[in-house]
């Protein structure tokens, strides 16, 4: 049973997993949307809403904090200064989900996650 266990594998090792989510945060922040499945969608929006509250808070703390996630510096310094004031009054919910049904290869629920 997997009672109160939080997050999905998506069939994949741990650190194979975090590379995975760690690329679509970056895509995301880097193109402000990107299709992928439902499932990958929904975790990866927690991340990517994480780091454009570091953003927000704009020390460099919290841009050694974001570089964690996102690797490209190119990408963290749009966060910090496009992307988190374009959201500052605004206290969460930076991404949305739009279903866009399912894929014709392996009928995978399909969904683009894009920046509010």
Do not use: C, W
């Not at 499945?37 to 050694?64: F, P, Q, S």
């Amino acid at each position: 049973m997997r009672h109160k266990i939080a997050g999905r594998k998506l069939r994949r090792s741990t650190p194979q997993r975090k590379a995975l989510f760690r690329g679509l945060v970056t895509d995301l922040l880097r193109y402000e949307k990107v299709r992928t499945t439902e499932a990958k969608a929904k975790e990866v929006r927690g991340i990517a809403e994480k780091v454009i509250t570091l953003g927000k808070d704009g020390t460099l703390h919290a841009r050694r904090q974001a570089l964690r996630v996102v690797n490209d510096t190119d990408i963290v310094k749009k966060v910090f200064d496009d992307i988190a004031p374009r959201y500052a009054t605004r206290p969460g919910g930076y991404t949305r989900i739009v279903k866009l049904g399912r894929r014709i290869g392996d009928g995978a629920e399909v969904a683009q996650l894009e920046l509010v």
